[in-house]
């Protein structure tokens, strides 16, 4: 069963996706509805791709999980995973019948990666905001399988996040500018030959004019600076949310991204969602007592307050 987060119309409060709460950019915005519809995009998003990076080391796609599909396309299994985190590696092996090896912890993943074909680790990790250690990723990298490195919240990340050597980076913009209708991604391969081969698995235009202009726009200077000024309120907030969870007596787990854990029990998690206060429940992820929460303004926090009381 695919999980996600996102409120229904009409919800009062959102804290159950990862979006920065801040965005989107308004001009950001303004120049998406300025881009021309009329012509196709570049087949090979050449100028794109070499704005991203090696060109020969770069393949975009309508979003990371279109991208996490190819991959599994491309290199198949089996697929080592850590759990808790993100759903879609393990259906998107699920979907190509490729066998998937969950590791509960780093240890346990070494081990898996020295199995399997192809890993996928996010950092930070959704949904505990955990950010690996150089000396785990190196292993890991060199473990055996290929490593791809979900860095979909690293410009979320309160600490500069690690990369190593010989990984795929996989990344979505969309996360830090609050645009995720828009599916853009991108991954830049360690080397040329697997870009190609993920890139070969892709229809003509598989990227949109309007996701090729905002990956263009995600890299450009005024993005940038938006996003550095939005960053610190952000992390105010994850700590405001994580201490007055804390004062209402719920375990929290708090990374160092813009969302939290928090163990809410079942029936706080109904109460919420019944009161229009909308959280990401983890029962998918074997942790049906638990939710995860994105940083959110005051006006947010106050409504989860009348729920959880205190
Ligand atoms: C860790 C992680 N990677 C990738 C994605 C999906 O990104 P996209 O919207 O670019 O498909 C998400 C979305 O929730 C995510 O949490």
């Known amino acids: 069963m695919r999980v996600h987060g996102g409120a229904p119309r009409g919800a009062r409060a959102d804290f159950s996706t990862n979006l920065n709460a801040l965005g989107p950019p308004g001009s950001l915005v303004k120049a998406l509805r300025r881009v021309p519809l009329s012509r196709y995009p570049d087949p090979e998003y ?45 259906e998107a092996a699920h979907a190509r019948g490729a066998r998937v090896f969950f590791a509960r912890d780093e240890e346990g993943f070494l081990r898996e990666m020295r199995k399997a074909r192809l890993g996928f680790l996010a950092s930070p990790n959704n949904p505990d905001g955990r950010v690996y250690e150089a000396d785990f990723l190196n292993e890991a990298a060199k473990a055996g399988g290929l490593l791809v490195l979900d860095l979909a ?43 190609e081969r993920v890139r070969r ?86 942790l049906p007592d638990w939710a995860r929460l994105s940083a959110q303004g005051p006006k947010a926090r106050r409504l989860l307050w009348e729920v959880l009381g205190g």
């Open 46 to 90: 050449a100028e794109l791709r070499a704005l991203l990076g090696d060109p020969a080391r770069v393949a975009v796609g309508a979003g990371a999980n279109e991208l996490i599909h190819r991959l599994v396309a491309a290199f198949g299994g089996p697929v080592a995973v850590f759990c808790p985190s993100f759903g879609e590696y393990a």
């Open 153 to 195: 919240y690293a410009p979320l990340s309160e600490v500069p996040v690690f990369v190593p050597e010989g990984v795929v980076r996989l990344y979505s913009p969309n996360k830090a500018f609050a645009l995720p209708g828009v599916r853009a991604g991108y991954a830049v391969f360690p080397e040329a030959s697997l870009a």
């Open 201 to 286: 698995l892709a229809p003509s235009w598989v990227l949109s004019s309007t996701g090729e202009a905002f990956l263009r726009l995600s890299e450009g200077e005024e993005a940038r600076s938006w996003l550095a000024a939005a960053r610190p309120r952000l992390f105010a907030w994850r700590r405001a949310l994580a201490r007055g969870l804390e004062r209402r007596g719920f375990s929290v787990v708090e990374g160092r991204a813009n969302f939290v854990m928090a163990r809410l029990g079942e029936a706080q998690i109904k109460a919420l969602l019944r009161a229009g206060v909308w959280v990401r429940p983890l029962f998918d992820k074997g």
